[in-house]
């Protein structure tokens, strides 16, 4: 059977048993997951299996893309993968242990075929519940179940909350694959197929149940690389259609045959498994970078590129093998076809840049190989290839042990532990805390979409982290509102500002959040005083929620028209709307050209003019991303049901913000410029609206006054500056000239007032001359006098400059002469050792300097 069909198979028979199919979910997981990236098919059911939402049905069923870096190292044998699908039926309070035992046997052996004389299952030592139903439901003898310990056969979360004992089911594959006695002595030859947990106990998160849970649950996940390897009988997972085009490809890139050598196989699997990571990684918005999960995708983008470098492969390889894998998997992840263009100029960015990069660090451990004395390698050299160069310490490891040099990974923990310790330092004054984060407040009706006025009653006061009764005049406070048209801040959206009033009191907002479910407005108590019960009348300032409507619907524009410049690779990294300004961050590997951003800002003035409808409406998930197209922000997280901001028949984002009805309504935006913020990282700035209006008319008068200045007119200002500057150079030649004449008649009269200073003559100056004739004259004097040194300054403009130069008979370092002179007028020295210069604001300290320079050139020469 084909990895499709075990797919659809899988699916399918649990949609007959009334589960809900659910699609793969991202691999960029809600960030109150605290996960790097999704590791397992529970985990976008984390919120129904912990009792923080009620899920929409009792039972689901999914294939989930899942991302592990436990086994990295390993990738390159016959097992170890770092990307796989996993097959997964969930039951959320609904059946438990009887159906899951059943259903999987039915599964396995009549849908898949499996010979049930060759099943085995395991059991938790303690679970008799489990064995038993094995036993009745399946009919699998007593002799073929195994019991084991916690360390294989029970899971919790590493936390307190849910867990409890799991069954595994194992597939004999023959002796071929090792000695008999079952899954418990043999993990090769008894391969896992299917791990059924059942959650029915609160754990402390070290594996110790406490107490028994109301409504136990299931979480199962069945690997769809080893079901394919067991209903294809091949001898690993590299060898069934599920890869079988990726490694082909990864023979004829490499000019090697498959099954040629152990060798080249190993490569083969190298670049299969970590392409494959890249391309999905990249599909669902990661990008490469030095931290969190963006490290990980450039970790096995690097690995890849390094062990084809170390088996002598010098073409580029990670395009090739990425589009094989969107050719394999486009049609089952049409996230993949759809970033096709960005996976492909990212991953070959990554691998001309990292290539350059490589060359530099083999050298470098190649020489640390080279004078290592003894067996291992110095944790230093590591530490520093890590740091420096970005290699992973497995494949210094791997370059070491060809040499056969061990790494010595104590020294190499150490010296990350102290790294870790400094970034934590530099880190500490960083932090904020929320303030209200800890409360327990009521929940808030928001009414804003529609009205920016409303009524409502006060359900909280909070000051600082403790609830109050009441607040004065003067105070500041928290106000909780059970009905509210204030947006909170969200999406880059700040938080709406306005007023509160009620008979008594008036409050002025200046920030809006939310906490939990509720909205918690910062106030200023202006008059009066505000209880809680209060009945109050809530208007948000209406210039201020203009300016932010009108900035997020312009953000919108952009981040389309950035796609559609840039391309598909471009992605949201984070935002900022507030009245009249906007912030957007997205990925892209390049800066972007004067060119590309005048296109950028001509297009959305064009999209804004063209007063599209922005239309917003509600619709499922799926239908969102899949018939829409819909951006979404993955590390977001979402509902069932989802808010579409839908402008003209172009732009389609997932989006809780406020936006204008028509695009005319932003006016008009003015991009201010882009930079770098990071690895692959950018950022653009705008202004909308009035406030890009109000900036270009004062960049108009600045040009204006400049026109005056010069006494051009002001469409001729450019060439006026030129013609300005070109002046000014040929004066400046001019009067350079006119000093290097006065120079050159100096030159015999410093040459003659030299004096004997030790071993060779020294001159010792100030002069009036620029810094640039000043050390022309230091070199035409010591040249002048064969064997000698000069030091001479001079003051100008407010600064002042030295020079001392040096004959290389002498063996005297002209910087160390400048050094401690260089100090007196707030400067330091440099160059190089026969001519150094050095600089700084404080003239008034030029002759110490020139006293202290020519003492140590005396004793230097003496």
């Given at each position: 059977?084909?990895?499709?069909?075990?797919?659809?198979?899988?699916?399918?028979?649990?949609?007959?048993?009334?589960?809900?199919?659910?699609?793969?979910?991202?691999?960029?997981?809600?960030?109150?997951?605290?996960?790097?990236?999704?590791?397992?098919?529970?985990?976008?059911?984390?919120p129904f299996f912990l009792g923080i939402e009620r899920p929409p049905h009792p039972r689901a069923t999914s294939v989930q893309k899942s991302f592990r870096t436990t086994d990295l190292e390993e990738v390159g044998d016959q097992t170890h993968l770092t990307l796989f699908e996993m097959l997964g039926n969930f039951s959320f309070g609904d059946y438990f242990k009887k159906?899951?035992?059943?259903?999987?046997?039915?599964?396995?052996?009549?849908?898949?075929?499996?010979?049930?004389?060759?099943?085995?299952?395991?059991?938790?030592?303690?679970?008799?519940?489990?064995?038993?139903?094995?036993?009745?439901?399946?009919?699998?003898?007593?002799?073929?179940?195994?019991?084991?310990?916690?360390?294989?056969?029970?899971?919790?979360?590493?936390?307190?909350?849910?867990?409890?004992?799991?069954?595994?089911?194992?597939?004999?594959?023959?002796?071929?694959?090792?000695?008999?006695?079952?899954?418990?002595?043999?993990?090769?030859?008894?391969?896992?197929?299917?791990?059924?947990?059942?959650?029915?106990?609160?754990?402390?998160?070290?594996?110790?149940?406490?107490?028994?849970?109301?409504?136990?649950?299931?979480?199962?996940?069945?690997?769809?690389?080893?079901?394919?390897?067991?209903?294809?009988?091949?001898?690993?997972?590299?060898?069934?259609?599920?890869?079988?085009?990726?490694?082909?490809?990864?023979?004829?890139?490499?000019?090697?045959?498959?099954?040629?050598?152990?060798?080249?196989?190993?490569?083969?699997?190298?670049?299969?498994?970590?392409?494959?990571?890249?391309?999905?990684?990249?599909?669902?918005?990661?990008?490469?970078?030095?931290?969190?999960?963006?490290?990980?995708?450039?970790?096995?983008?690097?690995?890849?590129?390094?062990?084809?470098?170390?088996?002598?492969?010098?073409?580029?390889?990670?395009?090739?093998?990425?589009?094989?894998?969107?050719?394999?998997?486009?049609?089952?992840?049409?996230?993949?076809?759809?970033?096709?263009?960005?996976?492909?100029?990212?991953?070959?960015?990554?691998?001309?840049?990292?290539?350059?990069?490589?060359?530099?660090?083999?050298?470098?451990?190649?020489?640390?190989?080279?004078?290592?004395?003894?067996?291992?390698?110095?944790?230093?050299?590591?530490?520093?290839?890590?740091?420096?160069?970005?290699?992973?310490?497995?494949?210094?490891?791997?370059?070491?042990?060809?040499?056969?040099?061990?790494?010595?990974?104590?020294?190499?923990?150490?010296?990350?532990?102290?790294?870790?310790?400094?970034?934590?330092?530099?880190?500490?004054?960083?932090?904020?805390?929320?303030?209200?984060?800890?409360?327990?407040?009521?929940?808030?009706?928001?009414?804003?979409?529609?009205?920016?006025?409303?009524?409502?009653?006060?359900?909280?006061?909070?000051?600082?982290?403790?609830?109050?009764?009441?607040?004065?005049?003067?105070?500041?406070?928290?106000?909780?509102?059970?009905?509210t048209p204030f947006y909170p801040e969200g999406g880059g959206q700040i938080g709406d500002r306005g007023v509160i009033r009620s008979d008594t009191a008036q409050a002025e907002v200046f920030d809006t959040q939310a906490v939990g479910s509720a909205v918690l407005h910062r106030a200023r108590i202006t008059s009066g005083e505000l209880k809680v019960g209060d009945r109050?009348?809530?208007?948000?300032?209406?210039?201020?929620?203009?300016?932010?409507?009108?900035?997020?619907?312009?953000?919108?524009?952009?981040?389309?028209?950035?796609?559609?410049?840039?391309?598909?690779?471009?992605?949201?990294?984070?935002?900022?709307?507030?009245?009249?300004?906007?912030?957007?961050?997205?990925?892209?590997?390049?800066?972007?050209?004067?060119?590309?951003?005048?296109?950028?800002?001509?297009?959305?003035?064009?999209?804004?003019?063209?007063?599209?409808?922005?239309?917003?409406?509600?619709?499922?998930?799926?239908?969102?991303?899949?018939?829409?197209?819909?951006?979404?922000?993955?590390?977001?997280?979402?509902?069932?049901?989802?808010?579409?901001?839908?402008?003209?028949?172009?732009?389609?984002?997932?989006?809780?913000?406020?936006?204008?009805?028509?695009?005319?309504?932003?006016?008009?935006?003015?991009?201010?410029?882009?930079?770098?913020?990071?690895?692959?990282?950018?950022?653009?700035?705008?202004?909308?609206?009035?406030?890009?209006?109000?900036?270009?008319?004062?960049?108009?008068?600045?040009?204006?006054?400049?026109?005056?200045?010069?006494?051009?007119?002001?469409?001729?200002?450019?060439?006026?500056?030129?013609?300005?500057?070109?002046?000014?150079?040929?004066?400046?030649?001019?009067?350079?000239?006119?000093?290097?004449?006065?120079?050159?008649?100096?030159?015999?009269?410093?040459?003659?007032?030299?004096?004997?200073?030790?071993?060779?003559?020294?001159?010792?100056?100030?002069?009036?001359?620029?810094?640039?004739?000043?050390?022309?004259?230091?070199?035409?004097?010591?040249?002048?006098?064969?064997?000698?040194?000069?030091?001479?300054?001079t003051a100008s403009n407010g600064s002042a400059n030295l020079v001392a130069a040096t004959s290389k008979d002498l063996g005297i370092d002209a910087r160390e002469i400048l050094s401690a002179g260089a100090q007196h007028i707030g400067g330091k020295a440099g160059g190089k050792p026969d001519l150094a210069m050095g600089g700084g604001p404080d003239p008034s300290g030029?002759?110490?300097?020139?006293?202290?320079?020519?003492?140590?050139?005396?004793?230097?020469?003496?």
């Open positions: 059977m084909l990895g499709d069909d075990i797919r659809s198979t899988f699916l399918a028979f649990f949609k007959e048993r009334d589960h809900r199919v659910y699609p793969s979910s991202s691999l960029i997981p809600p960030p109150d997951t605290n996960l790097l990236l999704t590791t397992a098919g529970m985990v976008q059911f984390r159906e899951a035992i059943g259903w999987a046997w039915e599964l396995v052996t009549k849908e898949f075929g499996l010979d049930p004389e060759r099943l085995w299952a395991t059991v938790y030592e303690e679970d008799d519940e489990s064995e038993a139903l094995w036993i009745s439901e399946t009919g699998v003898p007593a002799e073929r179940i195994q019991r084991l310990g916690k360390d294989s056969n029970f899971w919790d979360m590493g936390v307190p909350g849910p867990g409890g004992p799991n069954s595994e089911l194992f597939y004999d594959r023959g002796e071929e694959y090792g000695e008999p006695g079952g899954p418990a002595v043999n993990d090769t030859r008894y391969l896992e197929i299917y791990n059924l947990v059942f959650m029915q106990f609160e754990t402390d998160g070290k594996k110790n149940p406490l107490t028994p849970l109301a409504k136990p649950s299931v979480d199962t996940g069945m690997g769809l690389d080893r079901m394919a390897t067991v209903l294809q009988n091949a001898p690993s997972v590299y060898d069934t259609d599920l890869f079988d085009p990726i490694m082909d490809r990864a023979a004829e890139l490499t000019r090697t045959g498959r099954r040629s050598t152990e060798q080249a196989d190993r490569l083969h699997r190298i670049l299969t498994d970590h392409s494959r990571s890249a391309a999905f990684l990249i599909a669902d918005g990661v990008t490469p970078s030095n931290e969190g999960r963006g490290y990980i995708l450039r970790r096995v983008m690097r690995r890849a590129i390094t062990m084809a470098r170390l088996e002598g492969v010098t073409d580029d390889l990670l395009q090739p093998m990425t589009q094989a894998v969107i050719e394999r998997f486009g049609h089952v992840y049409p996230e993949l076809q759809r970033n096709a263009e960005g996976i492909s100029l990212l991953v070959s960015r990554e691998e001309e840049r990292f290539t350059q990069t490589l060359e530099m660090g083999l050298r470098i451990l190649e020489e640390a190989i080279a004078k290592t004395t003894d067996d291992t390698l110095a944790a230093e050299v590591a530490f520093r290839l890590q740091d420096t160069f970005g290699f992973p310490l497995d494949i210094t490891k791997d370059v070491a042990a060809s040499k056969g040099l061990d790494i010595d990974d104590e020294g190499y923990e150490r010296l990350m532990r102290e790294q870790r310790e400094r970034s934590r330092q530099v880190g500490e004054g960083r932090k904020r805390t929320d303030e209200y984060a800890r409360l327990d407040v009521a929940p808030t009706d928001f009414v804003g979409y529609g009205t920016t006025e409303a009524d409502g009653r006060v359900s909280a006061l909070v000051r600082g982290v403790e609830s109050v009764l009441g607040a004065g005049e003067g105070e500041e406070v928290g106000i909780v509102l059970d009905r109050v009348h809530a208007e948000v300032d209406p210039a201020f929620r203009g300016g932010t409507s009108r900035a997020h619907t312009a953000t919108h524009v952009l981040h389309h028209t950035l796609r559609n410049v840039l391309g598909e690779h471009v992605r949201q990294h984070g935002s900022l709307v507030e009245p009249g300004r906007l912030r957007f961050d997205f990925s892209h590997f390049a800066s972007v050209d004067r060119g590309s951003l005048e296109e950028i800002e001509e297009t959305v003035n064009q999209r804004v003019s063209s007063d599209d409808d922005v239309n917003i409406f509600e619709t499922s998930l799926n239908e969102a991303i899949d018939r829409y197209h819909a951006m979404a922000f993955f590390e977001d997280k979402y509902g069932d049901l989802v808010r579409v901001v839908q402008i003209g028949d172009y732009s389609y984002e997932l989006c809780g913000g406020t936006h204008v009805p028509q695009t005319g309504r932003v006016g008009f935006v003015k991009l201010l410029g882009e930079g770098s913020i990071g690895s692959n990282l950018r950022r653009v700035e705008a202004l909308t609206g009035i406030e890009g209006l109000r900036y270009v008319n004062a960049k108009l008068r600045d040009a204006e006054r400049a026109a005056e200045l010069i006494r051009v007119p002001t469409d001729e200002l450019y060439q006026g500056i030129e013609r300005l500057v070109a002046t000014q150079k040929e004066m400046q030649k001019a009067l350079e000239k006119q000093e290097r004449s006065g120079v050159a008649s100096a030159v015999d009269e410093l040459v003659a007032g030299a004096r004997e200073a030790g071993r060779a003559k020294l001159i010792v100056a100030k002069r009036s001359e620029n810094a640039g004739v000043l050390r022309e004259l230091a070199m035409t004097l010591r040249d002048k006098l064969k064997s000698g040194v000069v030091i001479l300054g030029l002759d110490k300097a020139l006293a202290t320079a020519q003492t140590e050139a005396e004793r230097l020469l003496s």
